[in-house]
């Protein structure tokens, strides 16, 4: 199951935030902002996503950075332990690069708690361009045990050059952003 929270059009103040939190030096307007954005939504439909899952989610991850940025990831950085679960690492094959744009089975490994009846893990993901890190990761740990995965998106990135992105940037002029509707429940 993927959640977006918001479209992120190339030409918008909501992509200019997700570009700026992670630069050297970051926002700091746009690290608060990108945290109330995630904060606010996991507050209002968490239970949302935790009934898709068939529980609440045990574990959180974050897409790892394909760039050979330092660890912890921004986002990781960002949230700290807020969400009071505990963090799963994710480590990337350095086959696929940044350039990599499709799925890859082996692009991600996981280890999970051995502890752990069932791992239900949150991901969560900055950007969403093609979904294929997303996913890949997300393949890894179904494939590493978990019983279920969420993947959490702050911005879904439109082209608005894009011919086929038109309709949809149209359908998203008013209201811009509401809070209080949730993918999950929406389409459900």
């Not at 045990?58 to 963090?87: C, E, F």
Request: glycine content about 6%.
């Amino acid at each position: 199951m993927v959640v977006p929270i918001a479209y992120s059009p190339r030409t918008g103040q909501h992509h200019h935030h997700l570009r700026l939190y992670k630069s050297k030096p970051g926002s700091a307007q746009a690290r608060w902002n990108l945290l109330a954005l995630l904060l606010l939504f996991l507050q209002r439909h968490l239970d949302c996503v935790a009934n898709r899952m068939g529980g609440a989610p045990t574990h959180v991850v974050v897409v790892p950075s394909t760039r050979g940025q330092a660890h912890p990831h921004p986002l990781q950085d960002l949230i700290g332990d807020r969400l009071r679960l505990p963090w799963l690492a994710a480590l990337s094959n350095p086959r696929h690069g940044s350039e990599t744009r499709t799925f890859q089975r082996d692009w991600f490994t996981v280890q999970l708690p051995v502890e752990s009846v069932s791992v239900r893990p949150l991901i969560l993901d900055d950007t969403w361009t093609t979904g294929s890190r997303a996913q890949s990761l997300a393949y890894a740990l179904r494939s590493a045990g978990a019983s279920s995965v969420a993947v959490v998106v702050l911005g879904r990135h439109i082209r608005p050059e894009h011919v086929a992105s038109r309709p949809l940037l149209k359908a998203i002029e008013d209201p811009m952003f509401d809070p209080s509707t949730c993918a999950v429940e929406r389409w459900a």
